[in-house]
Every structure is written in C-alpha cells, then in structure tokens.
C-alpha cells in the first residue's frame, strides 16, 4: 500500500507541476491543457458572482488577449495525496492594453485531480477582489473610450 500512495503522491506532484508550467505562459490552451472533460473553474469569493468557466470558456475569454509579458509567480504548493488535492499559492503580473493599468493579481488556487491523477478535475481560484474590481473598472473604462 506504501507504494501506491508514493506512486500517486509523485504522479500528483508531476500533474500539478505540468499545470503550472502551463498556467505560466499567456494562453487558454496551455493553461487548460490538463484539464479533464467537464471541468470548470470557480472563482472565489462567492460575493463577486463569477459564473464557473469551462474549459471552452477559458479558451473564449478575452482575458488573454487583454493582457502581455504575463508572469506567474508560484511561492507554494501543498498536496493532500489521499483526496488528490493540491493548493497553489501564486501571484500574476503583467501588462494590460488598459494605459499604465498594471496586471498585479493573487491566488490561491485548490485543484482536484481526477482519480487517476492525470488531470484536473476542478479549479477553485480565491482572487484579490480589489485588483479584480479595479480590473473591472479599468475594462469597462478601456471599452467605453473605444465606442466614442
């Protein structure tokens, strides 16, 4: 049995490191790579009413054509091997098209694996709520000069 569970904690730690390399470069594809049919990410807290995406949301979002020089920056990463769960802890910055509007968001980011332990099966992101407000703001900001 010890040998499963150091099995399963290495392919874990390899699953989560591949999605990390993914999430490091500015694309839908690359970042939901990994992820197994049907899962969606959350993003918390429930209090900004954000829909859970799928994985075809992710790749239509314009949150990656909004922004350049993206770098992601992982400070730590926790597994619970017996329920396939992982923590991230990670910062973002980057350029927007936004003015001097600067990308700078923080996550905590809680994976489930699927049972096998070869992708994600869900995605639950708690952001910085003030820098998404103001992203918010500065979108709509950003939309609103462009229809004048």
Partial sequence: MAAVATHDASLQAATIDRFVEGWKINSGEAWTELWADG????????????????????????HFSNISNWKLEVYEILH???KGKSAIYATSSADTRFGDFKWAQEYAAFITLTEDRMKIGHITEMVDTAFFAEMGRQSAKFAAAGSK
């Fill in 39 to 62: 899962c969606t990410n959350t993003i918390l807290p429930f209090s900004l009413n954000c829909t859970p995406m799928s994985k075809s949301d992710v790749i239509r979002s314009k």
């Fill in 80 to 82: 619970d091997t017996a």
